[in-house]
């Protein structure tokens, strides 16, 4: 067992504010920057910072697990949390005013398994998660790109 935690960065080109705007607005903005791996993605109630409740389903290294996740906002304007209903696995979005740009972390963390299987999740699974991250931090860019622009 032991703590398991995935996180990757960028930059954004777009101010904090905004940023962090796309960050919260889970029904409006994040459907349109979603990583490939997340199907049925569903805003159940809210939709914009705290009190959001979203499900989706995961698929990544050939495996597949629906998340309820619950929205907080630990650090409003800076950190947005998501808490899964069903394991420890937490999502923090954390961005960082940069000049005109921002810098956006995602970071995940759950209790990893144990025996053979935990094994297998330590070596496997944070190389997977930081891949679908770093999409969506490329995907998060592209809308905020293409947002300023029109």
Known sequence: MGTIEVSAD???????D???????????HRPHYLASAISDYTVETGGVGAGTIV???????????????H???????????????RSSLVTRYTVIPHDAVSR????TTWEGSGGVGGVFERLFAPKVLRRVHAE???????????????
């Open 10 to 16: 960028r930059m954004v080109e777009a101010p904090a």
């Open 104 to 107: 956006v972390r995602i970071t």
């Open 71 to 85: 929205v907080a906002e630990p650090e409003p304007g800076k950190v947005l949390s998501q808490s899964d209903a």
């Open 55 to 69: 499900r989706y389903r995961l698929t990544a290294g050939g495996r597949s697990r629906e998340y309820e996740l």
């Open 18 to 28: 905004v940023v962090y705007g796309y960050v919260a607005g889970l029904r409006d």
């Open 136 to 150: 969506e931090l490329e995907r998060l860019d592209a809308y905020a790109r293409h947002q300023s622009a029109g």
